[in-house]
């Protein structure tokens, strides 16, 4: 499936023209959305069956329209088509990451919390500090109750039951309560080698944070360094037996140190 893009979505010098014109000519912001629509339906059709009503689907990605044409800089060397296919996208996925209404939500609650998600940032970067109910609700033209009232409701996005399965062992997490946290014991360890990591070279030392910390792959640990993923490979090796070897003699030594005499 390709994007519905049309010779005038395409022809991006009368796009520019229409953007010069706003905001001093409204029809100009209209002739936008009315261009561009297309676009905003085929990624919404595209995220359908995802339980949501394509309708919402919608309704989210005009609204990532409408955010597209308010931002767009014509300055920049960017295409609007390009843009707005970016904002349209991220609009949508927001929506389904954070928008799975548990708890049935009025329409009109659901477009307002929408809207002011995206205002909000944007109020506190005009203002220089955090909007009050007040200026939000000049700005959505809603009335500072029903900006409260969509707030209260943005807490009814999802809700997940202990006894749902979790994981790959499919333990729910009242089961999982009170269990040992592994992470603990990795702690332990880690600062068991603590001095031993500080005496490291930093290459060695930037090698083991990206890889045990930061997750990285040895491959992308190569591409970071400029190096070979081989040498990395090396590098990793020679470091942990290096620190092995460290734990070992600290451990000798303690065991070695005298104490006290039992008492019987």
């Excluded at 936008?32 to 394509?54: S, V």
């Excluded at 045990?212 to 470091?239: C, K, N, P, W, Y």
Aim: charged residues 30%; without cysteine.
């Amino acid at each position: 499936m390709t994007m519905p893009l049309d010779e005038r979505q395409l022809d991006e010098a009368e796009v520019l023209l229409l953007f010069e014109r706003i905001p001093a000519d409204n029809t100009a912001r209209d002739e936008l959305i009315t261009r561009f629509q297309p676009l905003a339906e085929y990624f919404a059709r595209r995220f359908a069956g995802r339980g949501e009503p394509i309708e919402d689907l919608n309704q989210v990605a005009n609204i990532g329209l409408l955010g597209a044409i308010d931002r767009f800089d014509p300055t920049r060397e960017v295409r609007f088509a390009t843009y707005a296919a970016a904002t349209i996208l991220g609009e949508l996925k927001r929506y389904l990451r954070d928008k799975s209404w548990a708890i049935k939500v009025p329409r009109p609650l659901q477009e307002l919390g929408l809207r002011m998600k995206g205002l909000i940032p944007q109020l506190s970067q005009e203002l220089g500090r955090s909007p009050t109910i007040q200026e939000i609700a000049e700005r959505l033209e809603a009335t500072p109750e029903e900006v409260l009232e969509a707030i209260d409701a943005a807490q009814a996005y999802s809700t997940a039951s202990l006894d749902a399965p979790v994981g790959e062992e499919g333990r729910s997490p009242m089961e999982t309560i009170g269990d040992t946290d592994p992470s603990i014991e990795l702690v332990e360890q880690w600062t068991t080698v603590a001095p031993a990591i500080k005496d490291l070279p930093e290459r060695e030392r930037r090698v083991l944070y990206l890889r045990f910390f930061s997750g990285l792959t040895q491959s992308e640990i190569a591409e970071d360094l400029g190096v070979s993923q081989m040498h990395v490979s090396r590098i990793l090796s020679q470091t942990l037996e290096r620190l092995r070897a460290s734990a070992t003699e600290d451990a000798v030594a303690k065991d070695e140190t005298p104490g006290e005499e039992p008492t019987v």
